[in-house]
T-cell receptor, first 115, second 113 residues
Framework: EAGVTQFPSHSVIEKGQTVTLRCDPI?????LYWYRRVMGKEIKFLLH????????ESGMPNNRFLAERTGGTYSTLKVQPAELEDSGVYFC?????????????FGPGTRLTVL | DAKTTQPPSMDCAEGRAANLPCNHS???????VYWYRQIHSQGPQYIIH???NNETNEMASLIITEDRKSSTLILPHATLRDTAVYYC??????????????FGIGTKLQVIP
């Protein structure tokens, strides 16, 4: 069974440009999460989808970030326009059911560098 | 707020057991203890979780004290590939039925040849 996949693995863009990150969860997982780690900081939660609905987006840093999950399958995270402080590694995770015993499985991450 | 306390770093000799402690003195009755690890810059990898009983799987064992205020992750025979940052996380059911993983600083385990 394929795990969580993310694309691209690396992205280097200039300040002011737009970047779109993609996450494909494990097949059948209704829950999809985005996290990120900026340099020297802890991994932080960004948002949570249940199918195509945003359950919790309390961790989204500002309105330059837009996450979508059309059809409840893969998700995209768009940063527009990108700023220097957006550099970091963006992780996606998925789980079968949003209950306390449910395990989240993480993807390999997308390393974003904003110059 | 990660709700857990871990030593920032530990060393372990290859082939020996690695015992990683975690304090979670404010854990509530419905919260589980989860362990993840991150090898280099890869995505966090799930290891094990438990509520109050000790748990064992193919990767590790989890020992939770009777009062549930602390736990220990045991890697029985550490290898160089186990060098990673290990995160102890407390998670429970929240309003709305959703959960999120709150990472702290973790313990950087260095396995020494």
């Amino acid at each position: 069974e394929a795990g969580v996949t993310q694309f691209p693995s690396h992205s280097v863009i200039e300040k002011g440009q737009t970047v779109t990150l993609r996450c494909d969860p494990i097949s059948g997982h209704d829950n999809l999460y985005w996290y990120r780690r900026v340099m020297g900081k802890e991994i932080k939660f960004l948002l949570h989808f249940v199918k195509e609905s945003k359950q919790d987006e309390s961790g989204m840093p500002n309105n330059r970030f837009l996450a979508e999950r059309t059809g409840g399958t893969y998700s995209t995270l768009k940063v527009q326009p990108a700023e220097l402080e957006d550099s970091g590694v963006y992780f996606c995770a998925s789980s079968l059911a949003a209950v306390s015993t449910d395990t989240q499985y993480f993807g390999p991450g997308t390393r974003l560098t904003v110059l | 707020d990660a709700k857990t306390t871990q030593p920032p770093s530990m060393d372990c000799a290859e082939g020996r057991a690695a015992n990683l402690p975690c304090n979670h003195s404010t854990i509530s009755g419905n919260e589980y203890v989860y362990w993840y690890r991150q090898i280099h810059s890869q995505g966090p990898q799930y290891i094990i979780h438990g509520l109050k009983n000790n748990e064992t799987n193919e990767m590790a064992s989890l020992i939770i004290t009777e009062d549930r205020k602390s736990s220990t992750l045991i890697l029985p025979h550490a290898t160089l590939r186990d060098t990673a940052v290990y995160y102890c996380i407390v998670r429970g059911r929240y309003s709305g039925g959703y959960q999120k993983v709150t990472f702290g600083i973790g313990t950087k385990l260095q396995v020494i040849p």
